[in-house]
Structure formats: C-alpha cells, structure tokens
C-alpha cells in the first residue's frame, strides 16, 4: 500500500542523504549551509508524515530559520571567502575517519534496522486525547517534564548571557568625539596638509559612473583617494587612459566618417536651438514639472 | 511504511554527520555536522514515538532543539571570539594549549 509517508521517505530520503553529503563535501561554508538547509525541511517533512505537526513547525521556524540563520550570520562575519584547507595535521586522518564512518553506518544499520517489529501503534491515540498533537504536548511538557522544561529556561538564559558576555569587547582607547576628530583633521591639515573636507566623489563619465571609477585631476591623472580604500585593495581601479579611451575612438571615430553632419563634433547643434514648442510653452512652470 | 526505514536512514545521517565533523577542519562546518547528528537522533526519536503511540519521544526531540540552539550561540559566540583573536575559523590555528 502506497501512503502519503512512504511517497515522502522515498522522495526525501536520497534528497537528505545527498544533500548531508553535499553538506561534508563542499568546499566553501556557505553551501555547506544551505545543504543542511535542504536536510532539515526534508526532515521536517518527515516529522509531518509522523504525525508530529508540533515538531514539524518547529524543525522549520527554529532550525531552519533561526539556528541556520545565525550559521550564515557567522560564515558571513568570519569570512565567507576563507575555504578549509586541504592540509592533513594528523596523519592518514581523512581515511581511518571514513573508515570508522562505515563502521559506524554498518554496524546502525545492522543494528537498529530490523529494532522495531509489529505495527506501528501510531500517535493518533495520544494525539486526539486531549484535542491535538499540541495539546497533548503541552500536557506532557507542564506536568511529566516541567522541571525539564524549567530548566531548559536557565539554559537558555545561560547560553544567552554567555554569548554576550564571550562577544563583547571593552574600548581600548575612548571614543573621539565630534569636536576632538575636527581639531585632528585640522591639525592634519597644518602638519602635512592633509585635505581636511571630505573625500572626492567618484568619477563620472559617458560609459561609466560606477563607485570603482576614479575621478580625474585637472592634469588628467585619477584620484586615488576617490574610490573607497576596500574596492583599492580588492583589485586594481580602471587608470584615466582606459575610462577616456573609448569615447576618444568613438568621437574620432564619427567625425572621421560624417564630417558634415550637424550636431555631432565641436559645431553647436542646431536642434537645440528649435523653437519650443506651443504646447509646451502654454505650460505654467509647475505644470511642467 | 517500516519505521525502520526511518532508524536507517536517521543512522545515515548521522554518520555522515559524525564523518563530516571528523574530517572538516572548517569550525563553522564542524559545528553544522554536529547539528546533523542532533537531527538525525531527533528522526529516531520521532519514529521511537510514532511506531510505540507515546508523545514522550516527540518531547524529547523539541528538548533536544532547546539545547541545540543553546548550544549553537554559545558555540558560535565562541567561534566569532576565536576569530577575533587569531583571524581563523579552522580548528587546527587554535592549538595554544598543546603541548
């Protein structure tokens, strides 16, 4: 007999199984991340096809949402460029742990495989007998495992605290103020004159006005301090040669083939001069706008 | 539907988890196996409750996420602290206590 849970395990088995391979295999943390992403909604499906509906929303709210969201956060923080290295501390390693992992896998499956017999009773008894699934958690959790459950309360509260306390960093030195960081630039700029306004904008021109564009100086050099010191470091910033380049070929390009045509050149264009338009005039300037 | 399809397949799962944190030298990836196995105990605990009809084994699993996500911030509190001190988030940089 096909049920809805058998479609699902075998839907959703060799989906978590590859994406928990997935998970161990891949180089960069961030896959690894969304492969256990993967693994736990199809887990979460699984609680479902069980009858854990309790479970199942809070596999995908608490794991998948909070748990693995706070993983990102820290891939993110901690480098998301910085891949494991491949070098082996210990020796041969890699080998005896995946040959313990089979081990391991063989000696499960051998084990629990065939640990449950008879029918499954089901948890549909236990669920309806006190109206739901979460009804008859509440019951178990408040009465049978309430000081269980008061204590998780104190853990919890621990793990917060500890997370604060292991995360905070004291001030070495006191916070300039805004007068005290003015007075600094202005000492800068009677020291080693140092321009004490704020840094150039970033260059505009016909084919680029991107933040990685420099600006140029009125003797045709950029202005290195126009792009920001990260894009600097990260790669190399376009040189003034290469910005004007394309636009000086073109402009050559066109007063080379159409020496006559008006607009196009260093002659005034004409269609600028037009007369404006009736309509157009009619308009009071708010109208316009 | 054998729920002993669900033990294997939870066997499975963890022991890619536990090869996974053998082998990965990423602290952030170490901890995600150790996640892995915790869900894989909570897939046989599920199935434990579904095959025997007691709720009991579903309020084992919601205690094991309690601990898991107190375990998470606390573990990747320490992790973010580490790779504070020695810009690196891999296990073998933070060997200031071997001999």
Not at chain 1, 219 to 247: F, H, K, N, Q, Y
Request: charged share 15%; glycine share 8%.
């Amino acid at each position: 007999m096909v049920t809805g849970a058998s479609v699902a395990f075998w839907l959703l088995a060799p989906v978590m199984v590859l994406a928990a391979l997935g998970m161990v295999l891949a180089r960069k943390a961030v896959h690894s991340a969304l492969c256990l992403a993967a693994v736990m909604v199809a887990l979460a499906v699984q609680y479902a096809a069980l009858d854990a509906p309790f479970l199942f929303a809070v596999q995908i709210i608490v794991y998948t949402g909070a748990i693995l969201m706070l993983f990102l956060f820290v891939v993110m923080l901690v480098g998301v460029e910085s891949s494991d290295s491949l070098v082996e501390t210990l020796k041969g390693q890699r080998v005896y742990a995946v040959l313990v992992g089979i081990g391991l896998v063989v000696m499960l499956v051998v084990a629990t495989g065939n640990a449950l017999v008879g029918d499954p009773v089901g948890v549909a008894g236990p669920n309806s007998e006190h109206g739901g699934n979460v009804q008859g958690l509440a019951a178990l959790l408040f009465v049978r495992y309430v000081w269980a459950f008061e204590a998780t309360s104190a853990l919890l509260i621990t793990a917060a605290v500890g997370a604060m306390v292991l995360t905070h960093r004291e001030r070495l030195v006191k916070k300039q103020d805004q007068r005290e960081r003015a007075a600094a630039r202005m000492r800068a700029y009677a020291e080693s004159g140092v321009h004490p306004g704020p840094l150039p904008t970033p260059g505009v021109f016909a084919r680029h006005n991107s933040v990685d564009t420099p600006a140029l100086l009125p003797d045709g050099s950029a202005a290195e301090s126009s792009v920001s010191a990260t894009l600097r470091a990260r790669s190399s910033i376009r040189t003034p040669a290469e910005l004007t380049a394309p636009m000086a070929a073109r402009q050559a390009e066109l007063s080379a083939d159409q020496p006559a045509q008006p607009g196009i050149g260093h002659g005034p264009d004409p269609r600028l001069k037009a007369p404006v338009d009736q309509k157009d005039a009619d308009l009071s300037d708010e109208e316009r706008i | 539907m054998d729920p002993n399809h669900y033990l294997v397949l939870s066997g499975m799962l963890f022991t890619i988890g536990a090869i996974g944190f053998l082998v990965r030298r990423n602290a952030i990836v170490a901890f995600m196996c150790v996640e892995l196995m915790l869900n894989a105990c909570n897939l046989a605990l599920v199935t434990f409750s579904s095959h025997w009809g007691v709720l009991d084994g579903q309020v084992a699993s919601f205690f094991v996420m309690v601990v898991a996500a107190a375990e998470v911030v606390v573990g990747l509190a320490i992790i973010v602290s580490i790779y504070r001190t020695r810009r690196s988030a891999s296990v073998d940089d933070a060997n200031l206590l071997k001999l």
